[in-house]
């Protein structure tokens, strides 16, 4: 089964389009290389064609944009968004997850294996069309979709809607570009008085005028971006990994990653630091 609908997203720092035509990168990358992209798809040197072909990968072997498109639940990353919130579900930490399906739009699900199972292999959205099979899949799954008629991606809105629906303790993850989004889900919490986990994703792309809502975020994934490590990542109370860094800004957030800790099988160093956020040094020579 082919793509369906037309769908923007950004990988790699390069906004590209996904039609039944084809995949058509429209600007540059901003990186020439990442770890987790060739981890994943064996590229070395990030350029739009290497980003054309890692799409097209994405779409023939796991449908992505879709009518068959996979929902594998199996993690991905050490320290993605969806593996944290899968493991908050299913500890019973927060009550729902509000999270962005290509094909589906803003998503509430209260099921792990179906955060992870969106958002294992998911970039940034910028804008999708709805697609009936992975919308039936969704809310076969536990999951709402806040627009079916439209699969429009609204974070504000799917906090909103989650709210409505009964949850009181909320993560929602919130893409770089649309970083203004954490602002008005803080204006929110604190009027109707619920708690909620802001996971800032998806931020190779960000710029200056983006930090002042992210710094109100709880955890912030550095993606690519300098200006996340110098601005964010000053700010943390604690840091996860060093490629790619994730940083908890809030006690809330510390907590909640410290419970993910507690239920991964990797092996983990921790040690006390004056300040983050923390790069490797090269090792000095012995001769």
Known sequence: MGVKGEHEIYCCGARVRISQKRVEVLTEPTVDYCPLHESLYGTKKIDAE???????????????????RAFADEPIVAYGASEM??????????????????????????????VQGIGA???????????????ERVEASGGTVLDK??????????VKRAFD???KRIAVSVAGFQAEAISKIREF??????????????????DHS??????????????????????????????????????????????????YLAEISYKLVTFRISKLPYQARAPTPTT
């Open 189 to 206: 919490e604190t009027s109707s008085k619920t708690d909620v986990l802001v996971f800032s994703v998806c931020n190779t792309c960000v």
């Open 50 to 68: 290497s980003v054309r072909r890692s799409v097209e990968k994405k779409v023939a072997g796991f449908g992505f944009c879709c009518g068959d």
């Open 210 to 259: 983006a930090v002042r809502h992210m710094a109100k975020a709880d955890i912030a994934c550095a993606s690519a971006s300098k200006i996340l490590r110098t601005e964010i990542g000053c700010r943390a109370l604690m840091q996860l990994g060093m490629t790619i860094p994730v940083y908890a800004l809030t006690d809330k957030g510390k907590r909640l990653v410290l419970a």
């Open 165 to 167: 629906l009964g949850s």
């Open 149 to 158: 008629t439209t699969a429009r991606i609204d974070q504000v809105e799917g």
């Open 85 to 114: 919130m899968q493991v908050w579900l299913d500890k019973g930490l927060i009550d729902c997850a509000v999270v962005v399906c290509e094909g589906a739009g803003t998503v509430i699900a209260t099921k792990g294996r179906l």
């Open 121 to 135: 292999r998911l970039t940034g959205i910028v804008k999708t069309s709805p697609i009936s099979e992975v919308i």
